[in-house]
T-cell receptor, first 115, second 114 residues
Framework: DGGITQSPKYLFRKEGQNVTLSCEQNLNHDAMYWYRQDPGQGLRLIYYSQIVNDFQKGDIAEGYSVSREKKESFPLTVTSAQKNPTAFYLC??????????????FGPGTRLTVL | AQKITQTQPGMFVQEKEAVTLDCTYDTSDQSYGLFWYKQPSSGEMIFLIYQGSYDEQNATEGRYSLNFQKARKSANLVISASQLGDSAMYFC???????????FGTGTSLTVIP
């Protein structure tokens, strides 16, 4: 089955530690995205990538980093510079990042808690 | 300015009744797409329905329909015959032909009352 997988589902981190969230898709989509969602809030864009080896900052990129070495993978690292990282993180992909058609497909999300 | 505005933080509807969730958008592009997603308490985002700016007819998908009023820049979601399983957060989103992002509203929490 095609889709997006995120791991782990729940993640606990101590303050000062970097942590990497995994996102893999087998939909052959060019574009991938990372969003952060806080309780009762909407989605805020962290980073997105239109093509391998290229990515752009979203609205809240500070304290996060990404890589796009393979088309199917777009891992997100939450660094110690992110002051309030406890949140729900959603990865998404779409056929491409331009044009008006083609919805985003989402992974199941990772809940990150800083202890 | 906000690209997507959802003015109803929470809505209640009686089971089997219809409900309308409001969404207005802001864009200067002539070509754009509008989307609605459902997010149950589990957190997954489920795609519901899509409307293109050049589509002349309102989109429909089963019990979901999109009331598209281009001049008013509104794209309201109508859920007919509400079911208990419809209780969730609902997000309106847009992508523009000239851009490369999806813009999401702040969501509406829908509760279906038995």
């Amino acid at each position: 089955d095609g889709g997006i997988t995120q791991s782990p589902k729940y993640l606990f981190r101590k303050e000062g530690q970097n942590v990497t969230l995994s996102c893999e898709q087998n939909l052959n989509h060019d574009a991938m995205y990372w969003y952060r969602q806080d309780p009762g809030q909407g989605l805020r864009l962290i980073y997105y990538s239109q093509i391998v080896n290229d990515f752009q900052k979203g609205d809240i990129a500070e304290g996060y980093s990404v890589s796009r070495e393979k088309k199917e993978s777009f891992p997100l690292t939450v660094t110690s510079a992110q002051k309030n990282p406890t949140a729900f993180y959603l990865c998404a992909s779409s056929i491409d990042s331009r044009g008006t058609v083609g919805e985003q497909f989402f992974g199941p999300g990772t809940r990150l808690t800083v202890l | 300015a906000q690209k997507i505005t959802q003015t109803q933080p929470g809505m209640f509807v009686q089971e089997k009744e219809a409900v309308t969730l409001d969404c207005t958008y802001d864009t200067s592009d002539q070509s754009y797409g509008l989307f609605w997603y459902k997010q149950p308490s589990s957190g997954e985002m489920i795609f519901l329905i899509y409307q293109g700016s050049y589509d002349e007819q309102n989109a429909t998908e089963g019990r979901y329909s999109l009331n598209f009023q281009k001049a008013r820049k509104s794209a309201n979601l109508v859920i007919s015959a509400s079911q208990l399983g419809d209780s969730a957060m609902y997000f309106c989103a847009m992508r523009e032909a000239t851009g490369n992002q999806f813009y999401f509203g702040t969501g509406t929490s829908l509760t279906v009352i038995p």
